[in-house]
């Protein structure tokens, strides 16, 4: 009796040191597991993998630790991001070679990270590129300013970047749109004029372009031999008047074109990914270090990184040009993607840099196409609509 008193205090001693040996308060534990019911041996399970608690304590109690571990600075969160910045592959291979635990998860982090930057756009009402346009007298002119036509003027086009639609409105607020009325109807009309692709015509180069865009009531758009569109609805071409509507607008509110990027981009990303991860696969290949497995590992952390990288830029181009932050962020990518592909598969710099550039064009080119047709789409709606 006696020794059985002394093993249960003993046990009883043990119990209550396992329990106080981690940050869970004492009264949400349990000797045994909640879900299985094995005797607990530490904070987790050994059986199931259950944490040693059961989480009835106040919701502010419980926010608070959430806070808490978030700004902990050995916190998963903060290691990872601090990794992924200062050591680039690191993260990547150690999570694809097992170590799940000890990085944050590739999925995780991405969608974090897509949501906390399209959020952030989308409620700071940020353009990622606009169009700045203005029309000036050329010099010589000496007409009065009633007489001025398209020839008389000269444009400065820039292409602003991460520009709020305030800055634009300020920036507007200084511009004469009277001039730059004159200049792009004047344009149109001449354009309109050399466009000489006929309805037939234009049906027989529609083929290409997307089923939807084809179905839009009295609208056709057809590819122009330069490059352009020629837009037609209800058998009339976009003339001068309705472009340089549509232009003007454009310049005055940039939301016409961002507001479908901003809609239709993180869908895209969301194929741009496992996409990322095929066209990785077909220049980086083994099966020991190089599984599909490997590449989406690294696909998804990628793009959280670059993620950060806009949030940050967006952020940094209220102190410097916004031109200068996306050249840094075009070259960044361009020196930390090679960076990070060679500590994940340990190829020769030749083949890494080839294969990241390869990539990293093709990617471009497939999310440019895609975007265009996106947005074109959108804005041949709106002009249905006018
Ligand atoms: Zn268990």
């Known amino acids: 009796m006696a020794t059985e008193l002394v093993d249960d205090s003993n046990e009883a001693a043990l119990v209550a040191a396992m329990l106080a040996s981690d940050k869970v308060p004492d009264k949400n534990q349990a000797g045994h597991c909640f879900s299985c019911d094995t005797p607990m041996k530490g904070l987790y399970c050994t059986e199931c993998g ?79 590129m606009s169009l700045d346009v203005e029309a000036v007298v050329k010099d010589g002119v000496e007409k009065p300013y009633e007489e001025l036509t398209e020839a008389d003027l000269a444009t400065n086009w820039q292409t602003r970047f991460f520009e709020t639609q305030k800055d634009i409105d300020t920036r507007n607020a200084g511009r004469d749109f009277k001039l730059l009325d004159i200049w792009l109807k004047g344009n149109q009309d001449r354009l309109t004029e050399q466009a000489e692709v006929s309805l037939e015509e234009a049906a027989a180069i529609d083929e290409e372009l997307p ?26 071409r976009l003339g001068g008047e309705q472009g340089s509507r549509f232009m003007m607008n454009l310049i005055k509110s940039p939301a016409l074109l961002t507001d479908s990027f901003n809609k239709y981009l993180p869908r895209l990303m969301f194929f741009m990914m496992p996409f990322t991860m095929l066209l990785g696969a077909i220049f980086i290949r083994d099966k020991k270090r190089a599984l599909l497995f490997d ?37 960044m990518l361009l020196i930390y993607l090679p960076w990070s592909l060679k500590r994940m598969f340990g190829r020769g710099w030749f083949k890494t840099i080839m294969a990241s550039y390869m990539v990293g064009f093709i990617y471009l080119f497939i999310m440019i196409l895609a975007l265009t047709g996106f947005i074109s789409w959108d804005i041949s709606k709106t002009l249905a609509l006018a």
């Open 211 to 236: 089923e939807a865009l084809k179905n839009l009531p009295e609208t056709n758009v057809a590819k122009t031999e330069d490059g352009g569109f020629n837009i037609t609805i209800g058998g009339e």
């Open 295 to 331: 590449h989406l590992v690294h696909a998804a952390y990628i793009h959280a990184l670059a993620f950060f990288l806009f949030l940050a830029g967006i952020l940094l181009s209220k102190v410097l040009p916004g031109i200068w932050v996306f050249r840094g962020i075009f070259i």
């Open 50 to 128: 259950q944490k040693n608690d059961n989480y009835r304590r106040s919701i502010f109690a419980l926010a608070g630790e959430l806070i808490g571990s978030i700004f902990s600075l050995d916190s998963r969160i903060w290691q990872t991001w601090g990794n992924l910045l200062l050591r680039p592959g690191r993260v990547p291979r150690e999570f694809a070679d097992g170590a799940r635990t000890k990085w944050s998860s590739p999925v995780r982090i991405y969608l974090a990270m897509s949501i906390i930057l399209f959020g952030f756009m989308s409620w700071t009402n940020t353009h990622l």
